[in-house]
């Protein structure tokens, strides 16, 4: 943030500090109650709340043990390898799908490239519960209600969106004549597309990935409605779980979750400044 | 105009023409032909068509009507990675995520080339435009006029016998430009390739190429040798194109000769070499370049018409003197002599004659 100029009125110099102690705010309500659940999740008593003992930090007051209980017991187990297995399937097919629904809405010669677009983002727009409503009735239909391969392409058309999205921002900046250029050089279409094309937009490809991961990962009111109990996630297991038994094990299975979060996150900003350097814009 | 079609052409366009939207055509019926060897550019003003025949060629467009043939056979199915045709792209269109080498190499292992042979390639490509140093390099790391010498090197490594370049130059600055030029058609004649290369730029058209052909309105107005193009002009819009041009306007009088008389709409007569008038009557716009203007009434035939004129700007340029006439209620004719020492500085006010050699005044169409 910038220093206040020398000049600067009594009300600038108020709506300053105004300003940063809004910013100040806004970041706290944000993030305190994600980070309150880190120490919470090591405590050594079945209570959401900061024993004594916690707050003399003695040692005593800490434990693993609801780490042991999501790590063990089968309760969590299931769900935690459910969406293990929908997750990368879902991502994968939201790549693919996304990646090439991008690369030919670019185009300029597509026919209602704006309403095709528009229908594909659909998902994000629409209210999530309306979407699953609407999956529930099709998927009942054609027999996918109910299925693990349902659930993935429910979770696939949630994440289409973002891989379109950013795809589509990567392709923006990118220089169509470097295609012609490969073709020129022999290069048919597959390899122009795996050697050139592929290797620059792979950011925008890696970075709606993350976003179409995290969506099935997180995801829990489309798979309450299209998946039934063999296919119980871990977001599924913790909504009940907050329900019926309340244990602290859920703060250790949303530490976990935090966790992935942040280590695909930061994966996402190192990959971007990678793309950077390559493109040239920053010094490297 | 048309070239028709011999039996050395390399390249043949017949009667091709291109539209994009099934209504206007952007070429309208080219023909051209152009042996081996040949440096061939194609030159007008941006929407003349010249680009479009390039990418047709390239075969990044495909004709709408006619067929264009390399080598004798016809390329009008064969997709751009089939056509092993070298590309020089106005932007250099280099990989940016692979380095010099890399990008060199690209064309050799589509071509499923083993590594030592790829190696000596690039090796020769490199020093070829001087960049042997900057193989490890990203294109990024690299000035405009070394990342295009790097794109003519990836034009060249895998031996095309035909080479297109889009306005390769457009984007350098002018001295660059000057030793690029020089470089790229040095380095065509040596190694014997056909090029066509396309520019809007005047000057490097008539500098680098065995012939011209400068394209206008989606046809080809005139293809020649640089000198034909800039001394005998087939139609006005050449004549105004390709470098200074005064120009009058007036109806034929008289043909005769071989000469035409054309009187000016001024009333004045004059002397006039017709080239694209065939009948008395016609209206016609006579050109004349500047330096052809003679204020020496000596040099000229004895008969020859001359016109009245008045200085309005005297523009002294070192080597040559610029004179700003009005001649036949116009008042910007341009007449340029040498720095000689009988040749006299003339004052603004001044009166003189002018006139010229007939076959230095074409008479073109209107």
Known sequence: MAALPPYASTGQKIWHYAYRAICAAIFFFLIAPILVIIPLSFNAENFFTFTPEMLRLDPEGYSLKHYRDFFGNPDWQVPLWNSLKIAPVATFLSVALGTLAAIGLSQPHVPFRRAIMATLISPMIVPLIISAAGMYFFYSRIGLQGTYWGVVLAHAALGIPFVIITVTATLVGFDRSLTRAAANLGAGPVRTFFKVQMPLILPGVVSGGLFAFITSFDEVVVVLFVGSAGQKTLPWQMFTGLREQISPTILAAATVLISISVVLLVTLEVLRRRSERLRGMSPG | ?366
């Open chain 2, 1 to 366: 105009m048309a070239q028709g079609s011999s039996t050395d052409a390399f390249v043949e366009f017949e009667r091709v023409q291109k539209s994009y939207d099934g209504e206007n055509l952007v070429v309208k019926d080219l023909n051209l032909s152009l042996p081996k060897g040949e440096f061939l550019t194609m030159l007008g003003p941006s929407g003349s068509g010249k680009t479009t025949c390039l990418m047709m060629l390239a075969g990044f467009e495909t004709a709408t009507h006619g067929e264009i043939r390399l080598d004798g056979k016809s390329i009008n199915n064969i997709p751009p990675h089939k056509r092993g045709i070298g590309m020089v792209f106005q932007n250099y269109a280099l990989f940016p995520h692979m380095t010099v080498g890399e990008n060199l190499a690209f064309p050799l292992e589509v071509r499923k080339m083993g590594r030592s042979e790829r190696e000596q390639k690039i090796a020769r490509a490199l020093d070829m435009v001087q960049m042997g140093d900057f193989k490890n390099r990203r294109p990024t790391q690299l000035s405009g006029g070394q990342q295009q010498r790097i794109a003519l090197a990836r034009a060249l490594v895998f031996e095309p016998e035909l080479v297109l370049m889009d306005e390769p130059l457009g984007a350098l600055d002018k001295q660059l430009r000057e030793s690029l030029q020089f470089e790229i058609t040095e380095l065509a004649h040596r190694l014997g390739i056909t090029v066509v290369y396309v520019t809007h730029d005047q000057t490097e058209a008539l500098t680098m190429s065995d012939r011209v052909a400068v394209f206008d309105d989606g046809r080809i107005q005139q293809l020649a040798p640089p000198d034909e193009l800039y001394e005998k002009p087939q139609n006005s819009f050449v004549a105004q194109f390709i470098g200074e041009n005064n120009t009058l306007e007036g109806v034929v009088e008289k043909i005769e000769g071989g000469f035409a008389l054309v009187r000016l709409d001024g009333g004045e007569v004059i002397d006039a070499l017709p080239v694209n008038v065939q009948e008395v009557g016609q209206r016609t716009r006579v050109s004349i370049r500047p330096e052809r203007v003679e204020s020496n009434l000596e040099r000229l035939h004895p008969e020859a018409h001359t016109l009245p004129a008045v200085v309005q700007e005297f523009i002294y340029m070192g080597d040559t003197f610029r004179t700003r006439l009005k001649v036949a209620g116009r008042d910007d004719f341009i007449m340029k002599t040498r720095n000689a020492p009988d040749q006299p500085r003339l004052k603004p006010g001044q009166e003189i004659r002018i006139g010229w050699l007939a076959e230095d005044c074409r008479a073109l169409d209107a």
